[in-house]
């Protein structure tokens, strides 16, 4: 039987910072994906902002580090075997420093696959094959708060175009979710007579989430 998830004490963070890029070298095709990074300096629990060429099913990937040794680590929980031939990369461990503490609602949207017809003149019926997915955005509305340091945040990366990555962490249930993606915050006010100022944001995916049970 499925855990059920609520929306409660829900930590939402940003990246604040990313440490220097290390170059990979090799990303295995298994379950899960192991990295070579000579002398990457990573601990079990770190997260990486991958940057790829070749397996570019993990560019723009938000992974976590899992069985570091001193040149290599995994990808934890993402399964490459079936992923593209790796070509070249970096990683870049991340700095989840930016608190989001004022969202009082959210809700996602987009993820949906184009499908490509590949109908021949042979056929039948109708036959599609799965293209790119629509782009997935988080719309949330904010307490307005413009000396909020969260909010600030959002506002610095969404006036700068600045690509950010982003942690989830679920208080029930203890789920994770993490992705990369661009901000829209102009932190204007906004709402009705005597109820809450808000102010709303929206962050738009750049590539796929990663999920973590824990």
Do not use: C
């Amino acid at each position: 039987m499925a855990t059920a998830t609520v929306w409660k004490n829900v930590a939402v963070a940003m990246q604040s910072a990313l440490a220097a890029a290390k170059t990979i070298t090799a990303i295995t095709k298994a379950s899960p994906g192991v990295v070579t990074s000579t002398a990457h300096g990573y601990s079990n629990g770190d997260y990486v902002f991958l940057s790829v060429t070749g397996m570019y099913q993990l560019n723009d990937k938000v992974v976590r580090v899992a069985n570091q040794a001193a040149n290599t680590f995994e990808l934890e929980g993402v399964d490459t075997t079936l992923f593209d031939t790796f070509s070249s990369g970096t990683a870049e461990k991340i700095t989840f420093g930016s608190s989001i503490t004022t969202a009082t609602n959210i809700s996602s949207s987009g993820g949906n696959f184009e499908f490509i017809d590949a109908t021949t003149i042979h056929g039948n019926s109708r036959a599609q094959i799965p293209g790119l997915p629509e782009a997935t955005t988080f719309t949330m509305d904010h307490i307005w708060d413009v000396a909020d340091s969260g909010l600030l945040a959002l506002k610095t990366a969404s006036d700068n175009q600045a690509k950010r990555a982003f942690k989830f962490t679920f208080g029930t249930g203890g789920k994770i979710l993490t992705f990369a993606g661009y901000v829209g915050a102009s932190l204007l006010p906004g709402g009705s007579s005597q109820q809450l100022v808000t102010t709303p944001a929206v962050i738009t995916m750049n590539g796929t989430p990663t999920y973590y049970a824990a």
